[in-house]
């Protein structure tokens, strides 16, 4: 039971009427990766913010490496190894890259939080980069970036709201071969909220499907793929 690093059970966020998020359920095992895809307004984002508890649930519970974490903040959860990317970068144009990785990792943990920073910039590849301020860099650079700051203090758990959105093709590819070395290398478990199929089918473990803030699909790749509920929900989107 407790092999997974997190759980989400039955969670449900109603904002009045609307349902963002009706009795969903998420698992990630150690080093998975797990794609999440659904149409615009699925609650895809919704359930990141749930689970690390930036919005209150109005039903269900969140599992931590089996501690129940639902009346946890979201401080106390990043602390407790659970980290995570915005759909919008959280990169500061002005500051020099070390510095803002450094700065994240001190909030973290004061002692260590150079090596820290360090390790997680040649993680992502950014050490060449690292006394350039942010705003030089280029888009593929600050994507890195952002995941750069996501991994201080060595989480175990990371949310990934579109990290890859407006990268190029080659971009995105650099940047899934960055997720999956770490997996294998820092046994990081990662939620993978992505529009790329080829993306999301290319490098997950498992695949889950949301449509109108329910899970319609879960499981293999191969086996979403093919199901016809989940063809049924993309062509009616026509993404
Ligand atoms: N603060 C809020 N108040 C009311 N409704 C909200 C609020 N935040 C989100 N919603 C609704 O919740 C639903 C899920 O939104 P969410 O942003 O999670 O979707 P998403 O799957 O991330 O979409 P996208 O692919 O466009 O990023 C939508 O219907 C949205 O309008
Ligand atoms: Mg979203």
């Known amino acids: ?61 969140v599992r931590l490496g089996g501690e129940d974490v639902t009346t946890l903040g979201p401080v106390e959860r990043r602390r407790r190894g659970l980290s995570r990317s915005f759909q919008r970068t959280s990169v500061f144009g002005q500051m020099r890259v070390r510095r803002q990785v450094e700065l994240a990792a001190h909030s973290m943990n004061p002692e260590g939080s150079e090596a820290d920073a360090e390790a997680s910039l040649r993680e992502l590849d950014l050490l060449a980069r690292a006394d350039d301020v942010a705003e030089d860099l280029g888009y593929g650079e600050q994507r890195r970036l952002d995941l750069a700051l996501a991994l201080v203090g060595r989480p175990t758990v990371l949310l990934l709201d579109e990290p890859m959105a407006g990268l190029s093709v080659k971009e995105s590819l650099d940047l899934a071969q960055h997720l999956k070395a770490l997996t294998s290398r820092w046994n990081v478990s990662v939620l993978l909220v992505e529009h790329d199929m080829d993306v999301v089918f290319g490098i997950s473990d498992v695949v889950t499907v949301f449509e109108l803030g329910r899970v319609i699909a879960s499981g293999e790749p191969a086996a979403v793929r093919a199901d016809p509920r989940v063809r049924e929900a993309y062509l009616g989107s026509a993404a």
Do not use: C, F
């Open 1 to 61: 039971m407790s092999d997974y690093v997190l759980q989400a059970e039955d969670v449900a966020i109603h904002y009045g009427g609307v349902k963002a998020l009706d009795g969903v359920a998420l698992t990630l095992e150690r080093g998975q990766i797990r794609g999440l895809i659904g149409p615009n307004g699925a609650g895809k984002s919704t359930v990141i913010d749930a689970i690390t508890g930036r919005r209150r649930l109005t039903r269900g519970r």
